[in-house]
């Protein structure tokens, strides 16, 4: 690939400034032009316009009426993540009959750093409106999938969550990392954890994690993803659901071949 004499001056690589590019345009709401994009990546329009134009030949990104989207190929590829498939073919049985028995959101996610990645979503005729997509990413802290994740996580993977902040979203979001710390103890006696509106006004969770053999030389599980029921707090009761999610949690992770120590 072509760099300019301008461009070989900067600390950026080829590789880091396409990666940044898609990463800005793949936490924006909708399509990025140019210039906005040249603001929020930091680097040079002509740089941005150029890069971009390679992606979007290789079908990373997509020409949109206003500006860059992200492209299809990206979708493709992602679909080649073997752990990522496996899990998402063993899980989408169950979340479907989660789906056909509530109507509401059901969804599977993972754990990246210190955000829930959401890897596949079901939507039904109860369905309501929230933050979360196929791709996309929320604080763990203040989501059922977060807390039922690091139920069953290392110390460091919690470290990591409460040392980055825990700034409140709503009036219940715990912001506290000894009782953050204290919710998790409960996630752990029971397999199930509870979104309270913690993340979004108006909107509750129940979730459950996919958990795998323990590591050599410590107690418990370790949790592989999440699994979860969302839906408006003025009609969804989570704790009456909290067994059904539980209850499907359990069975992908013995189809996934991981045998249970609870």
């Known amino acids: 690939m072509r760099i300019s ?6 600390q950026r690589s080829v590789g880091d400034r396409m990666l940044l590019i898609l990463d800005t345009v793949a936490t924006s709401p909708g399509e990025v032009g140019l210039s906005e994009l040249a603001r929020r990546t930091g680097l040079k329009k002509a740089t941005v316009h150029r890069l971009a134009t390679d992606l979007v030949a290789h079908r990373m990104l997509e020409r949109g009426g206003y500006g860059y989207r992200l492209g299809l190929h990206l979708f493709e590829l992602g679909q080649h993540v073997p752990a990522s498939r496996r899990l998402r073919a063993t899980a989408l049985p169950f979340m479907s009959d989660l789906l056909t028995a509530t109507g509401e959101i059901v969804q599977l996610g993972v754990l990246d750093d210190t955000d829930i990645v959401y890897i596949e979503k079901l939507t039904g005729r109860n369905s309501v409106t929230v933050p979360s997509s196929v791709g996309s990413r929320l604080p763990a802290y203040c989501t059922g999938l977060g807390k039922a994740i690091l139920a069953f996580s290392d110390d460091t993977a919690v470290e990591r969550v409460t040392s980055a902040g825990m700034p409140s979203r709503t009036g219940t979001t715990i912001t506290d990392p000894r009782r953050f710390h204290r919710e998790l103890a409960k996630i752990r006696d029971t397999g199930i954890a509870y979104d309270r509106e913690e993340g979004t006004h108006g909107i509750v969770c129940v979730a459950a994690p996919i958990v795998v053999e323990s590591y050599v030389g410590r107690d418990g599980n370790r949790a592989v993803a999440g699994l979860s029921i969302t839906g408006p707090a003025r009609r969804m009761q989570p704790a009456r659901l909290g067994a059904a999610v539980r209850t499907a949690a359990l069975s992908i ?5 991981y ?4």
């Open 253 to 257: 992770s013995r189809l996934l071949g």
């Open 5 to 10: 004499a301008e461009e070989a001056g900067e």
């Open 259 to 262: 045998p249970l120590s609870r």
